[in-house]
């Protein structure tokens, strides 16, 4: 071994550990970066010497040549990787559900002094007042103002769904361009990471802005994420190029958006609609030719609420509210209307009926409060009021009152299970971040115990130096004085 080489073995020591200390330097400074996964560099045994040995020479020992720097290594575990995007397409469904809901129970406001109930109490009360007193004009005038505010009830109820879903429409079609603008970063970062690792370079820092566009996707359609590191050089290291495919509940595979070996994306295709009678509805959202209405995600819960098409049927929370609305303003206008004697609501067909529904006469005294010509006759008006309370085979047997209380018992029935699971899948998803952040998240404490434990190597490794300095010196200005 040279004499020098003791110098040489201190400088590497030196180098290697102020790589590490750069290294702990950059994780500290990206402690507060999201998405930023910590680093560390692997150290290496350089390749030993052989020793010569006059004992056994035919087998020599072997002397340590020191250490280098080897890969910066991102630390990342991608099982939890894949079980955090699972997650986060559940909770993207059920949360994205749950906030639909949210806004339906918010218009219907029930039970409330403002809400369809009372506004029916309100009219079914004035009716009897007016079976009481019918010859009086105040109380066939409130009849007809409480008839009014039950159309008009009917009518914003209507509208506001309907705006709501309009919303929903515009949510749906926004969603699937920001998807395929993730799509487009996956693809775009994929050739990046390709041709650093074709050179044996590892691009970490990509590797973490590709996994936040990954998440991210992950949240609007469930994906399977597969990495390929065919072209990355014997030796080296890397995570590969990523192909993604869009899976369904059960995890088999629909469609492939991302190749990242062949360098190919496939997007998203906007909402094909279906106009089921007067509600439109998305029939399907194609990849090429492929449906994914049926992968998890925030889509498939904007679809849920907004609506679409199951087979030959019509599912969805909006247009089952708004057929139910529809389904009540009917058989209200036609019930009341055949025990008035003559047109009290006009309405135009079953179909939006909440939304067309009106009151037809302007004056009260048009009422047919009487089951004859008595004036002071009111039988009429109290039958009037029983039509709320009387079964009716358009509402599946079940009177107005009774249909709208279940209605707004299977809303809050349905609206508590996907408020359940939204908390739920949520918690879930917290626990998994929580443990993929134990292991990739930048801990300061470690750090600094880090950045201490290399400045300690790396005093050690100069005081080494300094050692064969003057051990060089002693054989090199001392040595070699006999006989001068």
């Given at each position: ?68 720097s ?25 949360e994205?559900r ?18 369809l ?46 705006n709501?879903r ?47 566009l ?182 599946d ?7 709208y ?45 880090n950045?201490?434990?290399f ?15 003057e ?14």
């Amino acid at each position: 071994m040279s004499t020098f080489h003791g110098l040489e073995m201190a400088r590497q020591a030196l180098s290697t550990q102020q790589s590490a200390l750069y290294t702990t330097g950059h994780n500290i400074a990206n402690a507060n970066t999201e998405g930023y996964t910590r680093q560390r560099v692997n150290f290496e045994t350089l390749s030993p010497y052989p020793s010569a040995s006059r004992n056994r020479p035919q087998i020599p020992g072997q002397m340590g040549t020191g250490v280098e720097s080897g890969s910066v290594q991102r630390i990342r575990n991608q099982f939890l990787d894949n079980q955090f995007r699972s997650e986060n397409s559940t909770s993207g469904y059920w949360e994205t559900r749950s906030e639909a809901l949210g806004r339906m129970e918010n218009v219907l406001n029930e039970p409330s002094d403002t809400g369809l109930s009372t506004t029916i109490d309100q009219f079914w009360q004035s009716l009897q007042d007016l079976a009481v007193n019918p010859e009086n004009s105040g109380a066939r005038s409130v009849v007809l103002q409480r008839g009014q505010a039950l159309a008009e009830t009917f009518n914003y109820l209507s509208d506001s769904l309907t705006n709501i879903r309009t919303d929903l429409q515009t949510q749906i079609e926004t969603t699937v361009k920001d998807a395929n603008t993730l799509i487009d970063g996956i693809s775009e970062l994929n050739k990046q990471v390709k041709n650093l690792e074709t050179h044996g370079y590892a691009a970490n820092d990509l590797y973490d802005r590709r996994d936040m566009l990954i998440d991210e996707l992950s949240n609007i359609v469930s994906i399977d994420v597969r990495y390929d590191q065919g072209h990355i050089p014997s030796g080296k290291v890397g995570d590969g190029v990523a192909t993604i495919n869009i899976v369904n509940d059960s995890g088999t595979e629909i469609a492939e958006i991302v190749n990242g070996v062949e360098g190919e994306i496939q997007k998203i295709n906007a909402p094909v609609y279906n106009n089921a009678e007067t509600l439109s509805v998305v029939s399907s959202i194609n990849v090429n030719d492929t449906n994914v209405m049926s992968s998890s995600g925030s889509l498939k819960g904007l679809l849920a609420s907004y609506g679409y098409t199951d087979g030959e049927n019509v599912a969805g929370d909006y247009p089952d509210m708004l057929t139910k609305l529809d389904s009540m303003a009917y058989t209200v206008a036609t019930a009341f209307n055949e025990q008035h004697g003559s047109d009290f609501f006009e309405i135009e067909n079953s179909i939006g009926a909440a939304t067309s529904i009106s009151v037809a006469i302007i004056d009260g005294s048009d009422i047919n409060a009487g089951s004859n010509d008595d004036s002071g006759n009111g039988d009429n008006a109290l039958a009037l009021a029983e039509v709320f309370y009387t079964a009716s085979e358009s509402l599946d047997g079940a009177s107005i009152k009774d249909f709208y209380e279940s209605v707004i018992g299977d809303l809050g029935v349905t609206a508590e299970h996907v408020n359940r699971m939204t908390e739920n899948t949520g918690t879930l998803l917290a626990q998994v971040e929580n443990q993929r952040l134990s292991v990739s998240q930048v801990s300061l404490d470690e750090e600094m115990s880090n950045m201490i434990k290399f400045q300690h190597a790396y005093s050690a490794a100069a005081r080494s130096m300094t050692t064969m300095d003057e051990m060089l010196d002693k054989i090199i200005n001392s040595m070699g004085l006999v006989g001068r």
